[in-house]
């Protein structure tokens, strides 16, 4: 077989290999998807075909609009997920700042406390968490969640910002010094718009986490006012088990953001993946 | 020079360690006390480790645990021998150069890592389920029929099918990890391979491959850590009970039906606590094992 011939063939069977997968990746998704818009006799007669204009119905999308107050669940997910984030942020850019600005005893001591987060999941402090939560009044708010989820994104945005601060000039830092910035004007106005990438990276990384959790929500806010998207669906689609167009169609609601957010971040976060942010 | 007070170092740090310490480092060496102490009249009362002694020694305790850490053991053996595999190798394809498509790809295939366990359960659960029949027939389509069982009714199958389930959803992380670093190997150490007469899959195997060995070590451990408290997707798809007759049954499921209790069952705190404390130890002894042997022994390259 000559050189070019077999080389046209690898990549038959490379697109093979990779279309297969995306198909496997995808599928349930499109199923989900595709059958929420349909009647529920369709539904188990033809799960595999598009809806037609015979066996259109917006039946589930109805019921769920209804029964379930997704708006709500919405809302609070957006809340909590923006709330966390803009604290770990930053929290995180302000130690991130101290620890790779500053010499002083304990430094690396700190830096290294900060960093156990990483490896240690929060969840393993859960009963004492919700004893916290219960002694301070804060069970069934939406505070907690957004306590819970600063803490736990911490460690991991403190490691990669001070990387990323260490490689900030001295000599910008500096010259703002001998104008006359106080330290804090040079954190917020030299070094944060410098390391925005890296806090863009950060925030990609936690928001999926944070949104798709069910533990926490469950555990510290599962009231009917506080429920975030995740556990308000799980919730949902518990209680209509039996009524195939409400739970396809809650499901598919509940796909619809995270995919919405992952058109607008994907690159943001294919690139924090790729330049090797995790290590 | 005078010393300037740096009293901004602290303001800069406070913020951070206090939340980090408050609801994060506390709380866990709580939970640790916590599990020395069992509910008695007027609150907390010091026992020692008479839960371990339950958890251990008792039958029926001891039965649940060991079924629980049995299985979750389980769990990770199949992510390690089925999701680590499938990323490198669709890492190994999509790092190829004059690849067309592979943005579209790498996307795609990284679409069911961003949606939440109750979404994947539940969707993987209709999609298995003999009531509706999507499975069955696509089997029945290439003449596979008898293959086809309830899977996630049945004991012998449910788990190894919710793990499988789980390899579908994360596949999309080593798989980005491994492409990552496979697009890091200099071109220059690949051609001299190729001067040496080592190209395709013998530079794979040889070359490219011992190159991103310390990326699958954090993927293991990262694997090893998530798998170790998963408990989203055995609840989202069987529930609490972790059925077919606990056969599902993992550590955070254990966890959770202890502190809350189910059923008949009053939840226990303290009992919850001394499994979270096993679950502490499992989790520290595999990070250790991994950063003192492992870590310390992976080469990595300085280009």
Redesign the interface.
């Known amino acids: 077989m000559n050189r070019a011939r077999s080389s046209r063939l690898n990549?038959v069977a490379?697109?093979a290999?990779?279309?297969a997968?995306?198909a496997?990746?995808?599928f349930?998704?499109f199923?989900?998807l595709i059958n929420s818009f349909k009647t529920r006799r369709a539904?188990?007669a033809e799960?595999?075909s598009l809806p037609s204009e015979a066996s259109f119905s917006m039946v589930g999308y109805r019921t769920v609009m209804a029964q379930g107050d997704f708006l709500l669940y919405f809302q609070n997910s957006l809340i909590v997920t923006v709330g966390s984030l803009a604290?770990t942020l930053?929290?995180?850019a302000?130690?991130a700042?101290?620890?790779s600005e500053?010499r002083?005893r304990g430094n690396m001591l700190?830096g290294l406390?900060?960093a156990?987060?990483i490896?240690?999941?929060?969840?393993?402090?859960?009963?004492?968490?919700?004893?916290?939560m219960v002694q301070t009044g804060l069970v069934n708010t939406l505070f907690a969640l957004i306590?819970?989820y600063?803490?736990?994104g911490?460690?991991l945005a403190?490691f990669i910002l001070s990387e990323f601060m260490r490689q900030v000039s001295d000599d910008l830092k500096n010259a703002g010094r001998i104008d006359g910035m106080?330290?804090?004007a040079i954190?917020v106005r030299l070094v944060l718009p410098l390391v925005r990438p890296a806090m863009a990276t950060v925030a990609v990384f936690n928001m999926?986490p944070i949104?798709?959790?069910?533990?926490f929500p469950?555990?510290l806010a599962p009231g009917e006012a506080t429920k975030t998207l995740?556990l308000g669906?799980?919730v949902f689609?518990g209680q209509f088990v039996t009524d195939?167009n409400a739970?396809?169609s809650a499901?598919s609601l509940?796909?619809l953001p995270?995919?919405v957010?992952?058109v607008l971040f994907?690159r943001q976060l294919?690139r924090g993946?790729?330049?090797?942010a995790?290590? | 020079m005078a010393v300037r007070p740096r009293y901004h170092i602290a303001v800069f740090l406070a913020p951070a360690v206090l939340v980090y310490t408050a609801v994060m480092i506390w709380p866990l060496f709580n939970t640790l006390r916590l599990s020395l102490y069992t509910q008695g009249a007027a609150g907390h009362v010091f026992a020692g480790l008479r839960n371990f002694q339950t958890l251990f020694g008792d039958p029926h305790w001891a039965d649940a645990f060991w079924n629980a850490l049995a299985n979750n053991v389980w769990f990770f053996v199949i992510h390690m021998a089925v999701q680590n595999p499938i990323g490198i190798g669709l890492a190994a394809i999509l790092s190829h150069p004059r690849l067309r498509f592979a943005t579209f790809y790498r996307s795609a295939i990284f679409i069911p890592t961003i949606l939440s366990f109750v979404i994947v359960g539940f969707a993987w659960k209709l999609i298995l389920s003999p009531i509706w029949g999507i499975a069955p027939s696509m089997l029945d389509a290439v003449g596979l029929k008898s293959l086809y069982a309830p899977w996630l009714g049945k004991e012998d199958y449910a788990l190894t099918t919710l793990a499988l389930i789980s390899v579908w959803q994360f596949v999309g992380i080593p798989m980005m990890l491994i492409y990552a670093a496979l697009l890091a190997i200099p071109e220059g150490v690949l051609e001299a391979g190729e001067i040496d007469g080592i190209t395709g899959w013998a530079a794979f195997w040889r070359i490219k491959l011992p190159l991103v060995l310390p990326s699958i070590g954090i993927i293991s451990i990262l694997t090893f850590v998530g798998n170790f408290n998963a408990f989203d997707l055995i609840y989202a798809a069987q529930g609490a009970l972790a059925g077919p007759d606990f056969s599902t049954d993992i550590l955070g499921t254990f966890l959770y039906r202890t502190f809350f209790g189910f059923q008949l069952q009053l939840g226990d705190p303290h009992m919850g606590a001394a499994i979270a404390t096993a679950m502490f130890a499992i989790i520290l002894t595999g990070v250790c094992l991994y950063l003192f042997l492992i870590q310390t022994r992976l080469r990595r390259y300085q280009f």
Request: charged share 5%.
């Open positions: 990549t490379a697109h290999a990779l279309l997968w995306t496997i990746a995808l349930p998704v199923v989900i539904i188990f799960p595999l604290f930053l929290f995180g302000m130690a700042f101290a620890l500053y002083f700190l406390y900060l156990l987060g490896m240690i999941p929060i969840r393993i402090g859960t009963v004492a968490i919700l004893e916290l306590l819970v600063t803490a736990q911490l460690p403190v106080s330290e804090y954190f999926i949104w798709n959790d069910l533990w469950l555990i995740t669906s799980q689609i195939w739970v396809l499901l509940a796909i995270a995919l957010l992952y994907s294919i993946i790729t330049s090797g995790v290590k």
